[in-house]
């Protein structure tokens, strides 16, 4: 519920969700507070995707809510989103436009004009490196800056939420660490909420809140230390392997 | 956590934005055709090989007698001006739902269903983007056939617009609502032959209804079924400064039908999306 010092980041109560007969959410509730970093760790195929799609609205949850900044994603589907900045896992670019216009078009998606996006996208741009990129077609771009200037787009609406889902799959080691930090930043500096999904756990910051997701449900959720203090763990690694043990058999890695 | 964030809810999106987003995708509908030439010949070759080449042969075997909106008799290539313009706008309506199926498939689309506009303002908007495309593949295609005698009146090349914009409307609005039950992007194979093909044949657009009723009463009724019978018949008439109010109505009407049932279909809580089964990981 709302607290008195605002309400949380994002808020997500008793969500289940199927497909058919397949369970992909069962009973899933978690919190994040504004300015914070959580990672939400799973194997493929934990729901992790799923619970984006339900965020997002692509589809609605059909039972509990989910709320952004204490706006509920199916009662105030606008108000939500316009909090939300999402990165996906999908390279969702147009490649035969040039970087800037991928960025125009994305401000008016949000209703800005193409001036004021432009200078919203320079700024942007320019603090991830990309300025001379942005006349280029995003075919021309490396993996690493198409997710750069991916993470670009999603914050051109100044959202205060975002959403990353497996940012950094099929990028080399720099392109991933620079990803890393740049949102680590952005949480930091400007006091971004972010919930960064994937199943690599060297993407889990000292700071970060650690929401782990297994077969569609939530079994431990906290900061590092007290999740790995929860198993009575190591490390956060070791955490993982033991929570999600019986998948780890099925033969999916974890990196 | 502690410090206090000031919670200021985002003022509702204005007019002026909605303007500004239905611009948008308007202009990157735009941008992409330009980048797609191919796309553009592909859309004028295919009407004018009829107009050459099939009616050309047509013109001896098949009069037509003078039924309305003509005065007079008219050379074939006249008669079926009008059915290649809904040709050229039922292609363009499927290549739309294709790249919509291309969007899902790149995640474009997805980008497209995160914006904060109503998910209906976001169809109808792409709706009209992919008819403005139609409309300038359109007017092309009939100032060439200018030059191949077919001459209508001046005052046709403008009535026959707000008809253009009324059936690229319903051509679009039934291919996004095969968009939304379409997986593959192989699939568009199956709609050329489910879809196009049919909807083509089996209508005015080839030769009047009262020939196909002498041919086959059962053919005849199944013309009479078809909705794009009436999006060309409307397109004839405007064409010739005529409004056909049976076909205006029935053209409406399934505008109004195909276009609900796209926007169910992308709609979050009752949308085949959400029915059809979720992403993987």
Redesign the interface.
Known sequence: MVEE???LALEIDSVS?A??A?K?LDNVSCAI????HCVLLGL???G???LF?LI?????N?SGWIRV??QDV?RQ???A????G?V???????L??SVM?NL???????????ARTKRRAEEELERLGLTERASDKVRKLSGGQMRRVEIARALLHRPRLLLL??PTVGLDIDSRQSIVDHVQRLCRDEGLAVLWATHLIDEVLPQSQVIILHRGRVLADGSRDQVVAGVGANDIRETFLRLTRDDAKDGDKVA | ??E????Q??R???P???L??L???M??EA??FL?QRERFVAALVRPLVWLFVFAAGFRAVLGVSIIPPYETYVLYEVYITPGLVAMVQLFNGMQSSLSMVYDRE???M?????????RGF?LISKLLAGVAVSLLQVYVFLAVTWFWDVQPPLIGYFAVLPALILSGMMLGALGMLLSSGIKQLENFAGIMNFVIFPMFFASSALYPLWRMNEASPLLYNICVLNPFTYAVELIRFSLHGQINWLALAVVAGCTAVFLGAAILAYN??K?L??R??????
């Open positions: 010092r605002g309400p969700h497909f058919g397949r992909a507070a504004p300015s914070r493929n195929g934990a992790k995707t799923t799609s997002t609205r692509l589809y609605d059909t900044f204490g199916r589907p606008q108000q989103l316009r909090q939300l999402v996906f896992q999908q390279r969702t670019l147009d035969d436009l216009q125009i078009y994305h401000g008016a998606l949000h209703g800005i004009s193409p889902d497996e | 956590m502690s206090a964030v000031t919670i809810d985002p509702p999106l204005g002026v934005a909605y500004l987003c611009r948008g995708i202009w990157r941008l992409r980048h790149m995640g474009s997805r980008t497209l269903l995160v914006s904060p506009f109503p976001l979050p809580s949308g999306i959400a059809r089964g979720g992403p993987g990981g």
